[in-house]
């Protein structure tokens, strides 16, 4: 079974689309599903929950980092499955180690099979020695992504609380955005941005052309990240704003970290919330 309190088979077959109607002042951008937001589905079937992300009316989807366990015949059939569905994957969120010199090369021809352009470090993984090591964390992604550049492909950095916070002073998202090239994507992470007392539509105004992709994560004081798009803290009208005017999105990721109905349930609600503030 896919969902624990209900049946999703006769959930998913009651879904329909509500039509997507912008606001003159927002421009058409595609809303995709980070999957790591219906991970306990994921886990049990992929083909099947990426049949349901598309049947919710999501554009595209990002694969997380189980995906590199794949097989290249593995990434076809998943390939097949977005076709089928007319799901998109723009990106993928990888571990850093993705951007290894062992392991960069598999990243590359997945990330193709599946038609994916960007592939994302979700993680710096432990970083030491301070500043410094922000600084060897942003040449390993700048040379990971000048390999990905030649076959096609984008390289980006996504962030956390801990990028956010200063050390001595520098933040060390800061030190990601001024040694790496202007190319490669600063992948915001709305929720942990804010979290942290940061102005997400600030920081993509001090950075234009460099968020091409954002995950639209909602942090609440009151509740944390259990708590749906558009019922927290997140300024979103402004992020937008800023993101289409300066920062070169191309699509918004709704990435949900837990709620107390089922994961899909939340994502669909989710894609109703932004589509109702964009509206």
């Known amino acids: ?61 990002e694969f997380y980092g189980p995906y590199m366990s794949w097989t290249s015949d593995q990434a076809k059939a998943m390939r097949k499955v977005l076709d089928e569905t007319g799901l998109k994957c723009h990106s993928t969120h990888n571990g850093n180690q993705s951007f290894d010199p062992a392991n960069i090369d598999k990243a590359i021809e997945l990330n193709q099979i599946i038609g994916s352009k960007l592939v994302v470090m979700a993680s710096a ?49 800061e030190v990601i955005a001024k040694n790496t090239p202007k190319d490669v994507v600063l992948q915001l992470d709305v929720g942990t941005c804010v979290e942290v007392g940061y102005d997400p539509a600030q920081w993509i105004r001090q950075n234009p052309g460099r968020f091409r992709s954002i995950h639209c994560k909602e942090y ?6 259990k708590v749906l798009f558009g019922d927290g803290d997140a300024p979103w009208k402004a992020i937008f704003e800023a993101a289409e005017a300066v920062g070169g999105v191309e699509g918004y990721l709704i990435e949900q970290e837990g709620y107390h109905e089922p994961s899909i349930v939340a994502v669909e609600k989710c894609l109703r919330n932004i589509r109702k503030i964009r509206s």
Do not use: C
């Open 125 to 173: 993984g432990r970083v030491e020695n301070g500043i410094d090591g922000w600084k060897a964390v942003a040449e390993k992604l700048t040379k990971g992504s000048e390999k990905l550049k030649a076959a096609g492909l984008s390289g980006g950095y996504h962030n956390h609380q801990l990028e956010f916070r200063p050390i001595d002073g520098v933040r060390p998202i």
């Open 220 to 225: 609440s004081r009151a509740n944390g990240y």
């Open 1 to 61: 079974m896919l969902i624990n309190s209900l049946s999703r088979r006769a959930f998913l077959a009651g879904l329909t689309a509500a039509p997507v109607v912008l606001n003159a002042a927002f421009k058409k951008v595609p809303i995709g599903l980070e999957l790591y937001s219906v991970r306990d589905m994921m886990k049990d079937d992929e083909i099947a929950t990426v049949k349901a992300v598309a049947k919710l009316g999501y554009d595209f989807a």
